[in-house]
């Protein structure tokens, strides 16, 4: 059966040197709605006959972000790795919009969450927009696994 969607994610934890409360819900709720809706089609192992689901696991080691595709049974498919030198900024803006979000919520009004939020998205769709060039010919996937897997990839990078 065709089945090509990510079935289970892992980060590595080796990886992750701190997070706070509010970045461990937001990694929480990005598996969460990875896991519950997505779209992942790893090119090679797919035209080996590998159609799904799969078992994701995301590292960064040296400046690249390591995608190990394997399937239910753990047997490893496929590694993407992808250069994250495009992805610097889109991250620093990311966790500067998202420090702000999270202070607004304490002490901001309504209309001003509001605003931040919308500035939070819009660093979120663009870097989604970059992860989808970056993933092309490799990977197929669409616009919202593209920013769940953004929001991961953004973990892997606090630094406290």
């Given at each position: ?20 409360a ?58 993407v ?26 002490r901001a009004?309504a ?29 197929e ?20």
């Amino acid at each position: 059966m065709v089945d090509p969607r990510i079935a289970h994610i892992e980060l590595d934890e080796a990886t992750i040197i701190w997070r706070n409360a509010d970045i461990e819900q937001e990694r929480r709720i990005a598996i969460f709605d990875l896991i519950e809706e997505n779209s992942f089609k790893p090119l090679r192992a797919f035209a080996a006959g590998h159609e799904g689901p799969y078992r994701l696991r995301l590292s960064v080691d040296d400046g690249r972000l390591a995608l190990m595709i394997a399937d239910e049974q753990s047997r490893e498919l496929d590694a993407v790795v992808l250069g994250l030198g495009r992805f610097r900024r889109p991250i620093r803006d990311y966790f500067a919009i998202c420090e702000s979000y999270y202070q607004a919520i304490r002490r901001a009004t309504a209309q001003e969450i509001e605003t931040i939020d919308m500035a939070r998205r819009g660093v979120h769709n663009d870097a989604a927009t970059i992860l989808l060039e970056r993933l092309e010919g490799k990977i197929e996937t669409d616009f919202a696994t593209a920013r769940r897997l953004f929001t991961l990839i953004c973990v892997l990078h606090i630094k406290g």
